[in-house]
């Protein structure tokens, strides 16, 4: 396995930031690390990346112990923290040599990695300015660019798209996609339409905890409530609407309604024969399907 996590614990004062926390991640995988904030998710990769040292329990990257070896295992992981800490007077290719001689690289070797580099994280136009110069968007290409240039086997990316626009978002996350290719990558991110889009598995923290590790979409089936119908008739209703199997139900508009059903219920059969008997005519239906926004809402409300 790519990255071990066992019954870590991190205490400051009287504070438990992380809680008995397990997990295991494989060579190859995407893994998108859920929860809101304060929840302990910074704390677990700062620990993952030798930053900061358990309280107890034990993490590996690659079969090299955090605890006993962090100088080992910072060879093994390209780390992009939250707050991108450049030095925001230097060139870009001079950041990069200088991140690169870190990690011991040297000579032609530096320099054709960090050409590398530079082309594969879009940097080319960019490449002489001073970083200070530079977007928020192009800042995180340099970042990425920082974190992948000794070529690690695992990717810790704590929140690479804060404070992007939609379209550095997306550049962002086809680069994450281009880069881990052979690669492992445990990354978190508030904005869950991105989990989904580059990862199947997540993991959920809440208060230190960890409250779900598995597939997003099976995830869902196990734990979010039943999708909600919404229907729209032509005209007001005024009278009760008495289907079985409804669980409860919220007036939009005089004329919609949306319903939540009892588990494993499809009641949109029922409610056209129910509109039928009272001469109503269904003009909208439709059924919102759960999602990882769901889901996310479900286990950090329920752990509270």
């Not at 000794?150 to 810790?156: A, F, S, Y």
Request: hydrophobic share 40%; net charge neutral.
């Amino acid at each position: 396995m790519a990255v071990s996590v066992q019954h870590v614990t991190k205490i400051f004062g009287s504070q438990r930031a992380v809680d008995e926390v397990s997990f295991t991640l494989q060579p190859g995988e995407i893994v998108g690390f859920l929860g809101p904030n304060g929840a302990g998710k910074s704390t677990t990769m700062k620990i993952l990346t030798g930053y900061w040292s358990p309280s107890s329990g034990e993490a590996s990257v690659n079969g090299v112990s955090v605890s006993a070896e962090p100088g080992q295992v910072k060879r093994l992981i390209g780390y992009l923290p939250e707050h991108n800490p450049l030095y925001l007077d230097l060139y870009v290719r001079e950041y990069l040599a200088l991140s690169g001689s870190f990690h011991g690289l040297r000579g032609r070797s530096l320099h054709l990695r960090i050409d590398e580099m530079i082309n594969r994280c879009g940097l080319e136009r960019e490449q002489n300015k001073k970083i200070e110069s530079l977007s928020k968007g192009y800042r995180q290409r340099v970042g990425l660019a920082q974190a992948l240039l000794h070529d690690p086997p695992v990717l810790i990316l704590d929140e690479p798209t804060s404070g992007l626009d939609p379209n550095q978002i997306l550049e962002i996350r086809k680069l994450i996609q281009d880069v881990s290719v052979n690669k492992t990558v445990l990354f978190s991110s508030h904005i869950l339409q991105e989990v989904q889009a580059l990862c199947e598995r997540v993991l959920v923290i809440n208060r230190g905890k960890l409250v779900a590790d598995g597939n997003w979409r099976q995830l869902i089936s196990q734990h979010a409530s039943a999708p909600t119908v919404v229907v729209e008739f032509q005209q007001p209703v005024t009278l009760d609407i008495s289907v079985p199997g409804i669980h409860s139900i919220e007036a939009i508009t005089p004329s919609s309604f949306r319903i939540v059903p009892k588990a494993g219920v499809d009641l949109r059969a029922d409610l056209f024969r129910w509109a039928t008997d009272h001469q109503l005519t269904i003009v909208g239906l439709r059924v919102e399907e759960n999602n990882l926004e769901d889901l996310f809402q479900q286990l950090t409300r329920a752990a509270l």
